[in-house]
C-alpha cells in the first residue's frame, strides 16, 4: 500500500519539466521574432575627472532594418488566384461546338458521283489452293468463301486478291475498294 501512495521518480521528473515550461512561458522574451528592440544604454554624464566627448549620432531610419507586416489571408488569396477561381469545380469535358462554316455550293452542273457504300465485312482469313487465293469474308453471322471474279450478295465483285489486299469492286456504281488481308505466308 505504501508504494502506491508515494509518486514515482518519473512522475516528478514530468512534474519538473512542466513547471521549467511554465516559467519559460511566463517569464520568456515576448518579442517577436524579426523585431529588433534596441538596448538601451546609459550615457556617460561628463564629470570632473572625465573630458567631454561629443555624443554619437544615433543611426537613421534608413539604416534600420524594416519591418514586414504580415498580410491578411484574403488580400494573399487574392493576390495568389486569379478572380472567382473556384477549386473544386467540376472541368467540362466537352468542348463547345465550332460555329457553323457557310459551305458554298457546288456547282449545279457537275455532280459528284455517287460514293460506293461503306465495306461491312470483315476479313476472317486467306487461303492458297489449287494456284489461286481464296478469301473468307463475313458479315453478322455469315460467312463467304470468295474467289477472283465471285460476286458478294450481288452487290460486290471480287476484282483481285493479292496478298497484302484484295480489291472489291460495288457493281451499282462501279468503285473499287480495298481490303488488307495480311501478307502472304
Known amino acids: ?103 458554298a455550293a457546288p456547282p449545279p452542273a457537275s455532280a459528284p458521283p455517287p460514293a460506293a457504300p461503306p465495306q461491312p465485312y470483315t476479313v476472317i482469313g486467306k487461303k492458297f489452293e489449287a494456284g489461286a487465293w481464296e478469301l473468307f469474308l463475313g458479315r453478322a453471322d455469315n460467312a463467304f468463301v470468295l474467289r477472283e471474279g465471285d460476286s458478294l450478295e450481288a452487290a460486290w465483285r471480287v476484282e483481285k486478291i493479292e496478298p497484302p489486299k484484295a480489291t472489291l469492286r460495288h457493281l451499282s456504281t462501279g468503285q473499287a475498294q480495298t481490303l488488307d488481308i495480311g501478307p502472304a505466308p
Open 1 to 103: 500500500m505504501s508504494a502506491a501512495r508515494t509518486p514515482s521518480r518519473r512522475w516528478l521528473l514530468w512534474l519538473a519539466l512542466l513547471a521549467g515550461a511554465a516559467a519559460l512561458a511566463f517569464f520568456g522574451d515576448k518579442t517577436p521574432p524579426g523585431s529588433a528592440r534596441p538596448a538601451a544604454r546609459p550615457t556617460p554624464t561628463p564629470g570632473p575627472s572625465t573630458p567631454a566627448t561629443p555624443p554619437r549620432p544615433r543611426a537613421t531610419a534608413a539604416v534600420l532594418e524594416p519591418i514586414e507586416w504580415l498580410l491578411p489571408r484574403a488580400e494573399l488569396a487574392a493576390a495568389a488566384l486569379p478572380p472567382r477561381a473556384d477549386l473544386f469545380a467540376t472541368p467540362a469535358w466537352r468542348q463547345p461546338a465550332p460555329p457553323p462554316v457557310a459551305k
